[in-house]
């Protein structure tokens, strides 16, 4: 649902439901203990029941919070007696951008002389913007002579650019064409198109602003979802969505999870294992020769991470699964992937570890298996920019404790080691090392020239944490080979 302009005030104290729309903020009851934060409304959906045939739900983002904690809330906890802001009406751009575009056109016709062309723009740019403003205001009516919404996306400007290339007349891969007779394409259409054909990567910023899954059931674990997920329209907006952690496969239903796993031979990921320690094994899965899975994966991976926008086109890809053994079978915990050919060098090119597995160093040992890959190959590996939040909390500690051990290590042997001898030993790029330094405020000028220095508080930290027992990459189980493509292999990724 897009927002509309508001016939109240930007700001008023005390309403009823019927006055809430999209892009209203006011104060929702959230968390536990339960207190009022400030919210937007993001979209409205009907939930009538036997008492109140009219009644809706609310897709809320609290202000100043991530946008995992975005949900749908009942009316119940909305604070109509306090404060609501209603969103600003805008003018559409439609009309403008449609002229603007066309006499841009026009310019550039073969056989018109450059000044003349100049000449006429000018001339002509007065009668234009009046004849837009005459376009927009009619526009803005309807046969009945109404007048009808402008479609806005939540009220703000934050997607204006998509705006003004659909109203441009520009077909967005993926939409199908569903433009009206002036080339004019429907925020609406366009949503839902993306919506129930499974792909968001052409305008992500509407599409994921609302979450379609609440809850998934994988193995034993029942998990909340954090983000949108491009899972196909049948499967959204189900209250569990249900996943075998074998094969990845979704369903709707326990019985349809059940009848599947009569079928379903696999007890662990379909690839090679590359890696066996205690409980933890590492499977290696070529992106082209498992796509279902691989897709599959994504596709689970999208609940939990906000910029990821690659769902369908796994080719390129390799990806390293990480799973805990039982007498069940390989259990899901998380994985990595990386280009197959990567021309900046990333060693990662996406991460996850799955929400019931977090805060138990499984984020950190997916990470060191990443660099003990990159130690193989004899490169320096980074991973693809930019990181989400939680994981560049993840790679910032694993390079400072990483760096800090190796340089308390090489300072009981009075070897001194540069920012290219710490890259090398552990395979970070220079870039990385760099910066954990100025994080660490190790870089000291002394006598003409940067040392590296570290405080007896960075030590001390490095000590307590080196006392917590942790899980480690063992080279000695690893049992892998760089994987080198052809041409011809790489030609059609």
Not at 128 to 152: C, F, H, R, W, Y
Not at 279 to 306: A, P, T
Not at 421 to 443: E, G, K, M, S, Y
């Amino acid at each position: 649902m897009s927002a509309v302009s508001s016939p109240f005030p930007s700001t008023v104290v005390g309403g009823d439901i019927g006055s809430i729309i999209v892009g209203c903020k006011l104060q929702v009851l959230h968390g536990t203990p339960s207190e009022y934060r400030k919210a937007e409304v993001l979209s409205i959906r009907p939930t009538p029941v036997a008492d109140d045939p009219n009644r809706h739900e609310y897709y809320v983002h609290y202000s100043d919070y991530n946008k995992r904690l975005d949900e749908w809330v009942t009316p119940e906890r909305l604070n109509l007696l306090g404060e609501i802001e209603y969103p600003k009406s805008k003018k559409p751009k439609s009309a403008l951008s449609g002229l603007e575009k066309e006499s841009t056109g026009k310019a550039s016709e073969p056989g018109t002389p450059g000044g003349a062309s100049s000449r006429g723009t000018k001339n002509n740019r007065k009668s234009q913007l009046s004849k837009a403003a005459t376009a927009s205001k009619t526009s803005a009516m309807d046969e009945n002579g109404d007048k009808v919404p402008s479609i806005q996306v939540n009220g703000n400007d934050e997607d204006d650019d998509d705006a003004s290339s659909v109203a441009n007349g520009d077909t967005p891969a993926g939409t199908g064409g569903n433009a009206d007779e002036n080339g004019v394409f429907s925020k609406e259409q366009e949503i839902e198109k993306l919506r129930t054909s499974g792909s968001m990567t052409q305008n992500p910023h509407e599409v994921a602003r609302v979450k379609n899954l609440n809850l998934i059931q994988i193995g034993k674990h029942e998990v909340e979802t954090w983000y949108f997920s491009p899972y196909p329209i049948e499967y959204a907006y189900l209250p569990i969505l249900y996943i075998c952690e074998f094969c990845l496969s979704y369903f709707p239903g326990v019985k349809q999870l059940g009848r599947h796993r009569v079928k379903c031979t696999l007890q662990h990921p379909p690839g090679n294992e590359i890696y066996r320690k205690d409980d933890i094994s590492f499977f290696e899965i070529d992106g082209r020769k498992q796509k279902v899975y691989c897709r599959n994966l994504c596709l689970l991976s999208k609940l939990f991470l906000d910029h990821k926008t690659l769902y369908y086109d796994v080719d390129p890809f390799l990806f390293y699964v990480m799973t805990m053994r039982d007498e069940d079978g390989a259990h899901f915990i998380g994985y990595f992937s990386k280009e197959k050919e990567s021309s900046e060098q990333y060693n990662v090119a996406c991460i996850l570890t799955m929400p019931q597995y977090q805060r138990m160093g499984f984020g950190r040992l997916l990470i060191a298996f990443s660099y003990e890959l990159s130690k193989v190959e004899k490169r320096l590996g980074s991973p693809e920019k930019p990181l989400s939040d939680l994981g560049l909390l993840s790679y910032r500690a694993f390079w400072a404790e990483t760096i800090v051990s190796l340089l308390v290590d090489q300072q009981k042997t009075g070897i001194e080691l540069s920012i290219d001898d710490i890259a090398n030993r552990t395979a970070f790029q220079p870039t990385d090392v760099l910066h954990t330094l100025q994080n660490l405020n190790a870089l000291k000028y002394y006598h003409g020239q940067y040392v590296i220095v570290l405080s007896d508080t960075v030590i001390k930290n490095n000590e307590r944490a080196m006392k917590k027992k942790k899980r480690e990459v063992d080279p000695k189980a690893l049992n892998w080979k760089p994987i080198h493509f052809t041409a011809t292999q790489l030609r059609f990724l």
